[in-house]
């Protein structure tokens, strides 16, 4: 397996960053008290998925990732601007978004509308909320610890995405696509490992979700060693990376 660390952890990263940018303006405009612990992380987040894309394209990319890398340095910036201005936090995790549907545009190994197209642009989006949810509703992101409360802020966007996503990455390399990117990173995928890790992880994390507050750093973990799992054998093992021309990495 060739991968090129990273790129996994600019996607990841600048997922998490954004997912915790839409939570943390949410939690402002619907809580008691300022997200800043959620921004800041954000902030960090996104500072980490800078340097890492910095590392992956040696400097600036090109195309679409490029568009991504743009987006991640906006995030950063407009998530610290978040912490004095609300119509910033707003901006910010736009920002965000368009940096994931970049990186997920940039992984169409083909057309858009084929299932190989689509596969993308929902998983990513999927990891971001998933990421941004399990993480933002931490204590350590500044949330009450109220025994009262039985499950964590967002439990409920968690578990709806952390569903679908299950369901998609189980049923792809079982599938007999007629799409020939989509059937030829479903063999592979079939064989991996690391994928059928992610995507059992990202079913444990549902489980810890039914078993209340107790259990919510851990979910947190597990679902971050869940989707970077997936990314990894996204890249490295499926028709997606191979083809992408983020992978230019490879010899």
């Known amino acids: 397996m060739i991968t090129n660390w990273p790129l996994v952890f600019f996607t990841v990263f600048s997922q998490l960053g954004t997912g915790l940018a839409f939570f943390a303006w949410w939690k402002d405009h ?28 040696g400097g600036a990319a090109e195309g679409v990732m ?28 736009l920002a965000g ?44 992101m500044g949330e009450p610890d109220d025994p009262a409360v039985r499950y964590g802020r967002f439990y409920l966007p968690l578990r709806v995405c952390l569903w679908i996503m299950l369901i998609i990455t189980a049923v792809a390399p079982c599938m007999a696509w007629d799409d020939p990117f989509m059937r030829k990173s479903a063999i592979i995928w079939m064989q991996t490992q690391l994928y059928w890790m992610g995507v059992i992880f990202s079913g444990v994390v549902i489980g810890l979700s039914h078993m209340g507050r107790i259990t919510l750093l851990v979910q947190a973990i597990v679902a971050f060693v869940s989707i970077t799992g997936l990314r990894t054998a996204f890249y490295a093992d499926g028709v997606h990376g191979i083809i992408d021309m983020s992978t230019l990495y490879m010899h």
């Open 97 to 140: 978004a368009c940096c994931v549907m970049s990186e997920a545009v940039a992984a169409i190994p083909g057309e858009v509308g084929t299932t190989s197209g689509l596969f993308p642009l929902l998983l990513f989006p999927l990891c971001t909320v998933i990421l941004g949810a399990v993480f933002a509703q931490l204590k350590q």
């Open 30 to 57: 619907h809580g008691s008290s300022p997200s800043t612990r959620t921004w800041q992380s954000s902030a960090v987040s996104a500072a980490v998925a800078v340097a890492a894309s910095l590392v992956a394209f």
């Open 66 to 93: 490029l568009a991504a890398q743009i987006g991640c340095a906006l995030l950063l910036v407009l998530a610290l601007s978040a912490l004095k201005c609300s119509f910033c936090g707003l901006l910010a995790w």
